[in-house]
């Protein structure tokens, strides 16, 4: 490499790209001090040059066709920041074959098309990081991957979707009601293009596979995640989370067992004394147990330009230490190694306690049918609330917070409890996290 320089292409001059271009024109210098190397953005590819970026691209040559960059033999680092699966998984496919690094925060591509491409640049002797693709700024990947590499993971959890941890804020603080909540956070711009997938669970289940394969050596998919979303939590259930000292987050949970590993992501209540409650609005954070570390909690921003640039680049510069190497020498297995083959436990086999919220005729021997069905699966209760209606069909909520069960138990005995017909359709569990 002449000039100890290092020549990157973007793709995609998006939010994300805008930020990439923008660390490595204003940056430079500090880089440099900082790493030995210069970094040099030679061409951008994207399909809209009429939005103004606030960018000075005078001396970087910028073209409508990606394929100039995948064909240019000067780019060391191609940066793929369009997102989605297509063209994306080939234009990555295209770079690693023509044996450039790849640095991406495709979230939704890793965790489902991740070992493919793994393949393919392990098959080029290439890598292909994502640090930017899980919690934004926040140095999570390489967290996992170099600071805590001595630990076996006995739990990874936490707030990985910035829009919809804003939208539960926004209700448990302000009282507001989901659909005006995710309206702000539409308006803020936090949300996904299709917001379905972050209200919906995905995208912090794009993330959790990300972090479980990174955690259990395995590539874990996402499609074999159980996910729920937050659509079905209403102003009641944050008020009656309320009066129990508690609240509700969007969690997405990796525990290791000894006969395999438990994902999931679904709306979770925590206590109020809880350091993830404290996590608020768009913020991001996740707790890692290591089994010689013990719990950490890393933290900070989930997206966004800035944040999401700043982890990009520090995949550049990790990789750029490769470009510095001798003929013939390798600095192997920076990238994740996916060697093993983790059983997943299936989440009828988990153990919870649960928050139930019915809507009931107000009418006597309600309580102990239900009480009754819950007790026949052995499932205890721990407390119990009623409110009075004020609804003109004389509907009440009615709220259990049970002991420990089994999540199979759990299920058999809601749909039991959803045949009566003094039971309305809209309920809600929730698990409760301890
Ligand atoms: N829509 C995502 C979020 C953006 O809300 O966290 C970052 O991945």
Not at 78 to 97: D, H, N, Q, R
Not at 117 to 133: C, G, P, R, T, W
Request: aromatic letters at 8%.
């Amino acid at each position: 490499m002449e000039n100890r320089q290092v020549n990157i292409g973007i793709i995609g001059l998006g939010t994300v790209g805008t930020g990439v271009a923008r660390i490595l024109l204003e940056q430079k210098e500090l880089l440099k001090t900082r790493s030995s190397l210069t970094y040099n953005l030679k061409s951008i590819s994207d399909l809209d040059w009429n939005r103004d970026r606030n960018l000075d691209l005078s001396q970087v040559y910028c073209t409508t066709n990606a394929h100039e960059i995948l064909d240019d033999p000067d780019i060391n680092i191609v940066v793929e920041t369009i997102g989605g699966y297509e063209p994306a998984f080939s234009f990555i496919s295209k770079a690693l074959k023509n044996r450039k690094h790849v640095v991406t925060a495709n979230k939704a591509l890793i965790a489902t098309k991740g070992m493919e491409l793994y393949k393919i640049a392990q098959e080029n002797d290439v890598d292909l990081l994502f640090e930017a693709s899980v919690g934004g700024g926040i140095p999570i990947i390489k967290g996992l991957r170099e600071g805590l590499v001595a630990n076996r993971f006995e739990s990874i959890y936490g707030i990985l979707n910035g829009t919809t941890n804003y939208i539960l804020t926004k209700m448990h603080r302000e009282g507001l009601d989901f659909a005006d909540a995710l309206k702000e956070a539409q308006r803020k711009g936090f949300a996904e293009a299709n917001p379905t997938l972050d209200i919906s669970g995905g995208d912090a289940a794009h993330k959790l596979a990300i972090l479980g394969s990174i955690a259990s050596n395995s590539f874990i998919p996402f499609e074999k995640i159980y996910v729920e979303g937050i659509t079905g939590i209403t102003k009641l259930d944050m008020s009656f989370a309320q009066s129990f000292g508690l609240t509700i987050k969007l969690l997405a949970i990796y525990r290791r067992y000894e006969d395999g590993v438990d994902l999931r992501v679904h709306p979770t209540l925590i206590s109020n004394t809880h350091l993830l409650a404290a996590v608020s609005n768009e913020l991001n954070a996740i707790f890692v147990k290591g089994d010689f570390v013990g719990n950490t909690m890393f933290y900070g921003p989930g997206a966004g330009e800035r944040p999401t640039a700043s982890a990009i680049v520090s995949d550049i510069v990790d990789l750029s230490r490769d470009l510095l190497l001798k003929e013939g020498e390798k600095y192997s297995n920076r990238a994740i190694s996916l060697t093993q083959n983790v059983r997943l436990i299936p989440i009828e086999d988990i153990q919870s306690r649960f928050y139930l919220r019915f809507m009931t005729a107000d009418k006597p021997g309600v309580l102990s049918m239900i009480s009754g069905v819950l007790a026949e699966y052995g499932i205890s209760i721990s407390s119990m609330v009623q409110l009075e209606s004020h609804e003109k069909d004389n509907y009440v909520p009615i709220v259990l917070l049970t002991h420990e069960a089994l999540e199979r138990s759990m299920e058999q005995a809601l749909q039991k409890i959803l045949k009566f017909d003094f039971v309305r359709e809209d309920y809600l569990r929730l698990r409760i996290f301890e």
